[in-house]
T-cell receptor, first 115, second 114 residues
Framework: ETGVTQSPTHLIKTRGQQVTLRCSSQ?????VSWYQQALGQGPQFIFQ???????GRGNFPPRFSGLQFPNYSSELNVNALELDDSALYLC??????????????FGNGTRLTVT | AQTVTQSQPEMSVQEAETVTLSCTYD???????LFWYKQPPSRQMILVIR??????QNATENRFSVNFQKAAKSFSLKISDSQLGDAAMYFC???????????FGQGTRLTINP
């Protein structure tokens, strides 16, 4: 069983640039969620994708956008980077069915630094 | 909006001893799930234990158990026979029935002293 994998592990960008983070879901999962974890804080929900559609969104501006592909992998795109976007970005996958939702399985995250 | 509060930024315990991490939450929902996640330096969030709100029996996973007090909105984690590998950040988290997002607390850093 393949777990959740994220790439890259570390990234340094300049304020105003754009960034794309990637995530491969755990085998058998159909939902992917993205979280932002600032240093010393708990993760904050960005959004979730199910069947290639956004299925819920946290309190993040539109410059945070995402995609889910037919193989359930996902991308998180952030435009016009700001210094406060520096954080650990966590991807998590789960399985949604009529019987309910499985617990989230997380990847190791991408550490984004904006200078 | 739901909130999760962990009032202990740091805790330490001697190896082989027992430690309890505290968590309180606020919600108006009656059906929900509560979780404890562990985040070691590798950064991956690892599920430790899960509790369904409709179950009165406290969840247990080997050395890990919870004390779920629904009326008090309290959800503490007890780690028995602490091991060096238990050292990590521990996060309490909440999700409503059918909801999409996990709401996390601020975390408790657990140190295990040999």
């Amino acid at each position: 069983e393949t777990g959740v994998t994220q790439s890259p592990t570390h990234l340094i960008k300049t304020r105003g640039q754009q960034v794309t983070l990637r995530c491969s879901s755990q085998s058998g999962h159909n939902t992917v969620s993205w979280y932002q974890q600032a240093l010393g804080q708990g993760p904050q929900f960005i959004f979730q994708y199910y069947r290639e559609e956004e299925n819920g969104r946290g309190n993040f501006p539109p410059r945070f956008s995402g995609l889910q592909f037919p193989n359930y992998s996902s991308e998180l795109n952030v435009n016009a980077l700001e210094l406060d976007d520096s954080a650990l970005y966590l991807c998590a996958s789960s399985y949604i069915s009529l019987m309910g939702n499985s617990p989230l399985h997380f990847g190791n995250g991408t550490r984004l630094t904006v200078t | 909006a739901q909130t999760v509060t962990q009032s202990q930024p740091e805790m330490s315990v001697q190896e082989a001893e027992t430690v309890t991490l505290s968590c309180t939450y606020d919600t108006s929902e009656s059906d929900y799930y509560l979780f404890w996640y562990k985040q070691p330096p590798s950064r991956q969030m690892i599920l430790v234990i899960r509790q369904e709100a409709y179950k009165q029996q406290n969840a247990t996973e080997n050395r890990f158990s919870v004390n779920f007090q629904k009326a008090a909105k309290s959800f503490s984690l007890k780690i028995s026979d602490s091991q060096l590998g238990d050292a990590a950040m521990y996060f309490c988290a909440y999700v409503g029935q059918g909801a999409q997002k996990l709401v996390f607390g601020q975390g408790t850093r657990l140190t295990i002293n040999p």
